[in-house]
């Protein structure tokens, strides 16, 4: 586990603590993946990075690697074409947007992987739940 020291709860981690991004070969699903919302409770979607106990709060913060979303899945039956708000598109940005989250801010857990044609593209699936694995 990477540590980092904080000082307080903020929006953004220590610039001198360094995370590696375990990203899934296209074959490969992982689930390390969550939709959370922010304090103005917007959602955004993100790759988690590691989780750490600050040192004199005791607080667990998840540290979430930021995906931007692209586009969502679709499908046609019977001659209409549907949406698929479960399985969406996203890249993580550049440069990376690196944010500290607090269990509670966490909506959904979402499973990815890497898109088959598209090197820097994930296909994110999302479950609607936050406490099963997927």
């Known amino acids: 586990m990477t540590r980092g020291i904080f000082t307080h709860y903020s929006s953004y981690i220590a610039k001198d603590v360094a995370f590696k991004i375990h990203c899934p070969t296209n074959k490969q699903v992982d689930n390390s993946t969550v939709v959370y919302a922010d304090e103005s409770n917007n959602l955004h979607l993100g790759i988690i990075a590691g989780i750490v106990k600050l040192k004199h709060t005791d607080e667990i913060l998840f540290i979430v690697d930021q995906a931007k ?9 019977n001659g209409t074409e549907y949406t698929n708000d479960f399985f969406i598109f996203a890249m993580l940005t550049k440069p990376r947007s690196i944010v500290s ?3 509670n801010a966490i909506q959904e857990k979402v499973a990815y992987r890497l898109h088959e044609k598209l ?3 994930f296909e994110f699936h999302l479950f609607p ?3 099963e694995s997927t």
Do not use: W
Request: charged share 10%.
């Open 101 to 103: 989250i607090h269990y």
């Open 129 to 131: 739940n936050r406490l």
């Open 119 to 121: 090197d820097s593209v």
């Open 69 to 77: 979303i692209s586009g969502y899945g679709s499908f046609s039956l």
